[in-house]
């Protein structure tokens, strides 16, 4: 059991309850459109994921990333699969980015263990 | 109550002391100077706070966004405005500001809490 | 005169054109979200705008920057106060900033040129 | 005709020739790596590619973002499924990403003269 | 006696295994390409160790100043070599750079504690 | 010869004077700090000149490196050396730095034209 990882879907929950409590509009619409983005269309949504999940991996947050890897394991990305976007982002990123795909691993292991 | 904000007040205090316990005069002079930035001048400090919380965002650092939000509130800035400054961190930053927007909203929620 | 900034607007405005020239529903929805974010509201235009310059300061922008600075401008910021927005993002960003300040300051000088 | 990507093109080439012209054997390593990554594997080829451009947009480097686009044109990815990869970028990383997005629509309208 | 650093080593360790337990042989050689890179050459193993140190402190990721700030020390650099170093650190990368500095501070007095 | 070195020169004088004609005692204290930084310590100029390099490269700032490269064969670093500066900065960095050391590797040349 990962206790970071169902830590972070409580703090994911509660804390865009809070931010969408306001009100500023572009707040609302930045999070609906931030939905729309990654919907099929020339490009699938589990592309979308793959590639939302690299630029967060570089962008090192851990909290987008363990997101990202949700999406991902949701829309049928494969361990071998995760691990080769990983080898990109750090590639791109830099050692930098090596304690973020620690991470990731860790919440990986934890989204798969039924796997 | 929010601990998470008393815990990054003592993690601040007693890091400062230990970082400005050292010999390096650049360490102390860059410190006094990150002071005097924020004072009163063409702009207010309350201008001066508004920007350091947006810059902060935007560069994603939650100390440095509790450091600003604490003083904004100091200052008089209002929940609308505070939303408002979150909204152009989003847009400039992109949905990676959104962790540290949760973590913000968390902040403010304590800071205002007898408000 | 500085042909940089008309050289900046051209490739703005050229630019935008192909990018908008797309059937991606959501890049045309991030762009008409980019301009609702600096409405007026419980900041005002003007003090969004300051935002902006800064947000941009920091993340290293160039082209970001003279589009805020021309804003501002237009919002009748004044020289002593687009000075004291870029000494906070000097501050919080570090003197990785300064090039970006120089080239500001190129701007601001052709900006004000009639002031 | 776009000068700009053919300029790209000879200043990437005679610059690699330079930076390669050394003794250090970890920055021939890092270069042959930086190919091996992007090689078929768990994913393909053209899927690493979008994920290579993806993380260059985001992390706003245009002539990163250049050649990745020459990769994925190379690899069949058409024009609709780069805007849409442009849209994540965009999301993920803000607005700050436009002016490497206009840059990009210009080098894709390049790099797709002929088709 | 610091538990965070202790954590931190642990969190590494278990980290790295999880990481390399993969098929990506991409992965695998950029963690070696990793420790090749701060062997002996032009530059001492020491200097390299300071250099990958504020590399990491302007990139703020606070277990990678960790990992240097103990190979710094192993390599036998001082106290005052060490705030030379975040005093660099911080006038490049600016006052978001001071809650990295004061996370090493506390690494730092716990690494020389019997020094 | 390199135009493009002598281009950052004047563009970097022009653009300092620019900046420090202001009302702001702030900037001028930062870029008075910004010299005091690199004074010998118990880390020589040198050192620091290499740190400051490496710390630029990683933060990708062309006309940062520039400065630093002077700086660092003024104070007599060899091209040897340099090269291995840059590889620890690739390494951290990633690939995204690629085009800042192609760009390094010309003023290099420049600067060490008669060596």
Known sequence: MSNAFEEFRARR??????????????????????KQVYADGALSTREKELLGLVARLVLRCNDCVDYHLERCVEEGVKRAELDEAMSVAMMVGGSIVIPHARHAAKSIEYLLRDA
Chains 1, 2, 3, 4, 5, 6 share one sequence.
């Open 13 to 34: 929950e509660s804390g865009n309850t809070r931010v969408l409590d306001t009100e500023s509009l572009a707040i609302k619409r930045f999070f609906a459109l931030d």
